[in-house]
Structures are given as C-alpha cells and as structure tokens.
C-alpha cells in the first residue's frame, strides 16, 4: 500500500498493534489478500480497532484479549475466536483466563455459545500445541 489513510498516525499505531497482537503472516496475509473492494474495510479496522481501541492506554493487551474473546464467543463469530485464541500466544491471554471468560459467556450470553468456544478454543490449542512439538 503506497498511501496511508484517513489519519496516518492512528493507522500506523494500528498495524503495529495490529502485527504485536496476531501476527506479521497473519496481517500480511490479509494485506496482500486485501482488493480495492475491501481495502477500505482494512484501513477501517487497522485505523479503528487497532489503531484507536487496542492502542488505548487503559486495558493491558492480555485484558483486551480477554473481553475480546468473550465477545467474539457471545456473538457467535466463529472465525474471529479461533483468530484471537491463537493470538492469546502475542497477547499474554492464559489458558485459564479464556476458560474464565468463557464460563462468563455461558452464564450471560448461554452455554451454546460458550460450548462452542470451549469446542473452538480446544481445537486451536491442539493446533497449537502440535506446532509446538513440529519445532
């Protein structure tokens, strides 16, 4: 991408909090996947989410990760809670602390949607764990 959007400052904090909390191949993938259709929707999330919501000084990233993930498994979005389950590895997240915030789920969102999590969250630390036996 030759030109920085919208506010430039937000947008490089952004990709830096971006790339700290899922990854170099993570966001390089989704830049190089990026179109003129959904680049804008890039340059919003890197500007918005990371560069003015993850970037506040308030919450740790471990904390963000955790209301993150809770929010993510109430709201049923699948994907997104597998990313941020392997980005707990960048973030600081433990084990127990999304077990907490999933149990959290459960009580105020319903234990289908907390269920699925456990079952999502279970999968990607088998993934994970089995990478790190690869090395």
Same mark, same amino acid.
């Given at each position: 991408?030759?030109?920085?959007?919208?506010?430039?400052? &937000?947008?490089?904090?952004? $990709? =830096?909090?971006?790339? #700290?909390?899922?990854? /170099?191949?993570? %966001?390089?993938?989704?830049?190089? !996947?990026?179109?003129?259709?959904?680049?804008?929707?890039?340059?919003?999330?890197?500007?918005?989410?990371?560069?003015?919501?993850?970037?506040?000084?308030?919450?740790?990233?471990?904390? &963000?990760?955790?209301?993150? $993930? =809770?929010?993510?498994? #109430?709201?049923?979005? /699948?994907?997104? %809670?597998?990313?941020?389950?392997? !980005?707990?590895?960048?973030?600081?997240?433990?084990?127990?602390?999304?077990?907490?915030?999933?149990?959290?789920?459960?009580?105020?969102?319903?234990?289908?949607?907390?269920?699925?999590?456990?079952?999502?969250?279970?999968?990607?630390?088998?993934?994970?764990?089995?990478? /790190?036996?690869?090395?």
């Amino acid at each position: 991408m030759d030109e920085v959007p919208g506010n430039a400052a &937000r947008y490089r904090t952004g $990709l =830096a909090v971006r790339r #700290a909390v899922l990854g /170099d191949r993570h %966001v390089d993938r989704a830049e190089i !996947a990026a179109t003129d259709f959904d680049q804008p929707f890039q340059e919003l999330i890197t500007e918005a989410a990371w560069g003015t919501v993850w970037a506040r000084p308030g919450f740790s990233k471990r904390e &963000r990760s955790i209301v993150t $993930l =809770a929010l993510l498994a #109430a709201l049923g979005h /699948d994907e997104e %809670v597998a990313l941020h389950v392997r !980005a707990t590895a960048n973030t600081g997240a433990t084990r127990e602390d999304i077990c907490e915030a999933f149990l959290h789920v459960a009580i105020y969102a319903g234990v289908p949607a907390a269920n699925r999590a456990f079952r999502i969250a279970k999968d990607v630390f088998s993934e994970m764990d089995g990478a /790190d036996d690869a090395s």
